[in-house]
């Protein structure tokens, strides 16, 4: 069985395509907020997969469908802001996706970030991600975190961050109401840019569609967002947006004001606030997201390693199979060569964003 193709989304045509074990980027309040901002203005098509597997349990994966060409290309929606992706359900093994995708036309599947591969039918062309996934395990509090390293510092380096923002009358650290979210997060887009700008990296952020995703999901009720912050003076110096599910928090995007008090690190005075925070609540993992960064690699503990796949349907498909294989390559090229990387990231900068 197949969910057919929709152009036009509504929270109810997602609400089948998750369960209690999907990932919150595969979640009903995320699919519809992704659905109908920049999945809608990226004018691709929305549709959910229902896959039998081998246990006799219906096993659910919503797609997104673009156009390579003439091809017709299916992956998980979210882009860079899902940190994983997973269908619905624990599949005990192979499903039958070139079934499921001939159905609704797909040329080819391209899934990324995928933390299992066991479900993928051997047809499929499985690679390491080009960036694992970084998390730190809160069960044990904040005395088991600073056990995996660097304790002395980094006790040391908070209290001479409260010293220092108790001399300016100090600080708070604390969730934003959903209610006032989007004054928040318009300050963090323009983080974001001046940042992105600084470093002359293109901005995800500025993409088509993506500022009113990011409004419209942490503005749900339904989503488990949270958006926390770190405060003083009125004005925001550091804050952090994620979605709670189950035991684990997902990070899924970080900024911090490049001002007079950035010498103080406020956004890893956050951090050890939200370490404290979740730990109490009973939060087991912190997902930091993929991508390495020193902070990462100061308190995470766990790298957890990510997958991509693409799996050919057609005989266009194995085009697109051997076009993959060919970027990805020239990417992880691009990435071991720093001077080439920043003339990339400097020509992507300029041009238009879709």
Known sequence: MVQGEMTSVSRSAFDTAQDEASLPFQSTPFLTAWAQTRG??????????????????????????????????????????????????????????????????????????????????EA???????????????????????????????????????????????YVFRDVPPDARSVVLDTFFALKIARFAELGRPDPFQDPGTEAFLKRLFADADAGARLYIVESG?????????LASGRTFWGMFSAFADD??????????????????????????????????????????????QFDAVMAVTAGGRTYLAASRLRRSIVRRIKEKPKLLAVVQRVRRVLPRR
């Open 234 to 242: 009125g004005t925001v110096k550091a804050l952090m947006g994620g």
């Open 40 to 121: 809608a203005l990226s004018g691709r098509v929305q549709t959910v997969l229902t896959v039998p597997g081998a246990d006799g349990r219906s096993h659910r994966i919503p797609l997104e469908i673009r156009r390579f060409g003439p091809l017709r290309i299916g992956s998980f929606p979210g882009e860079t802001h899902a940190n994983a992706a997973h269908p619905s359900g624990h599949p005990t093994g192979r499903l039958d996706l070139a079934s499921a995708a001939k159905r609704v036309r797909l040329d080819a599947l391209d899934l990324r970030r995928l933390p299992d591969t066991s479900w993928l039918p």
């Open 260 to 305: 007079e008090d950035a010498d103080a690190s406020p956004g890893e005075l956050l951090l050890w606030h939200l370490v404290e925070r979740l730990s109490a609540e009973g939060f087991a993992t912190l997902d930091l997201g993929p991508g390495e960064e020193r902070y990462k690699r100061s308190w995470c503990d766990l790298v957890v390693p």
């Open 124 to 170: 499929a062309s499985v690679r390491p991600a080009l960036e694992d996934r970084f998390a730190i395990t809160l069960d044990g509090g904040m005395e088991a975190v600073l056990a995996n390293g660097n304790a002395k510092r980094k006790r040391k380096k908070f209290r001479a961050q409260q010293r220092h923002f108790e001399g300016l009358g100090g």
